[in-house]
């Protein structure tokens, strides 16, 4: 017998810089500081005490690094260590399902056909859904110019070294060379930085970030 779907959906965000929260039935998301201390413990705790009063049958957990089948196979870059292994299920009493970052905003932004999409935040984050089946990707770490990545050069760092003007300029051919590779009908933007880009491409466009929370809700739907 198949087990029904859980009603009530807690989603986790997972950034470099900050951890975002919402679950069904609330209409404002929670959130609270990451960065290179934050352990999968650390972070738990600050959910529990941020979501006594929540109520949820289960949870989806966007990861800013490699997961393979629903598990977290590689420690972020932009956080502390202890990710790989971390026992979510145990520590939450409740069904969780991982999932990349990118991926998961890219689910709540698919609307049908190729879609890319490219995360500019802390990181370089990237996914692509072909005809509703979702392909999360590590492109940001793929080698670009001197020696760096499609990430150092797309990513936080990339643009406090460059300046807003350079960034702009290499994210738009970083975004041209994807998208010739790719041939995807659309592409999406999203990511905190994602505002700072100017005269975007055709079939190029700037997501909203809390379409990552959509793309929480929808996982447990494609169970």
């Given at each position: 017998?198949?087990?029904?779907?859980?009603?009530?959906?807690?989603?986790?965000?997972?950034?470099?810089?900050?951890?975002?929260?919402?679950?069904?039935?609330?209409?404002?998301?929670?959130?609270?500081?990451?960065?290179?201390?934050?352990?999968?413990?650390?972070?738990?705790?600050?959910?529990?005490?941020?979501?006594?009063?929540?109520?949820?049958?289960?949870?989806?957990?966007?990861?800013?690094?490699?997961v393979?089948?629903?598990?977290?196979v590689?420690?972020?870059?932009?956080?502390?260590?202890?990710?790989?292994?971390?026992?979510?299920?145990?520590?939450?009493?409740?069904?969780?399902?991982?999932?990349?970052?990118?991926?998961?905003?890219?689910?709540?932004?698919?609307?049908?056909?190729?879609?890319?999409?490219i995360?500019?935040?802390?990181?370089?984050?990237?996914?692509?859904?072909?005809?509703?089946?979702?392909?999360?990707?590590?492109?940001?770490?793929?080698?670009?110019k001197?020696?760096?990545?499609?990430?150092?050069?797309?990513?936080?760092?990339?643009?406090?070294?460059?300046?807003?003007?350079?960034?702009?300029?290499?994210?738009?051919?970083?975004?041209?060379?994807?998208?010739?590779?790719?041939?995807?009908?659309?592409?999406?933007?999203?990511?905190?930085n994602?505002k700072?880009?100017?005269?975007?491409?055709?079939?190029?466009?700037?997501g909203?970030?809390?379409?990552?929370?959509?793309?929480g809700?929808?996982?447990?739907?494609?169970?």
């Amino acid at each position: 017998m198949k087990r029904a779907r859980p009603r009530r959906i807690l989603v986790i965000d997972v950034g470099g810089t900050h951890v975002k929260l919402l679950a069904s039935g609330r209409r404002l998301p929670l959130k609270f500081d990451s960065g290179p201390r934050m352990t999968p413990a650390r972070m738990f705790e600050q959910i529990k005490r941020l979501t006594t009063d929540w109520k949820y049958d289960a949870v989806s957990l966007g990861y800013p690094g490699l997961v393979v089948h629903g598990r977290i196979v590689s420690e972020p870059h932009n956080l502390a260590a202890g990710w790989v292994g971390f026992d979510f299920r145990r520590a939450f009493r409740k069904p969780v399902k991982i999932i990349n970052d990118a991926a998961m905003q890219a689910l709540g932004d698919y609307r049908g056909g190729r879609m890319l999409f490219i995360g500019l935040g802390t990181g370089m984050g990237s996914a692509m859904i072909v005809d509703g089946d979702l392909e999360p990707m590590e492109l940001g770490h793929l080698p670009y110019k001197k020696g760096r990545s499609y990430e150092d050069y797309a990513g936080a760092q990339g643009l406090r070294r460059l300046g807003k003007k350079n960034w702009n300029k290499h994210v738009l051919e970083i975004i041209g060379v994807l998208r010739a590779a790719l041939e995807p009908d659309r592409v999406i933007i999203g990511g905190g930085n994602a505002k700072l880009l100017k005269r975007l491409p055709r079939d190029v466009s700037v997501g909203e970030n809390a379409k990552a929370f959509a793309g929480g809700f929808r996982l447990w739907k494609r169970s």
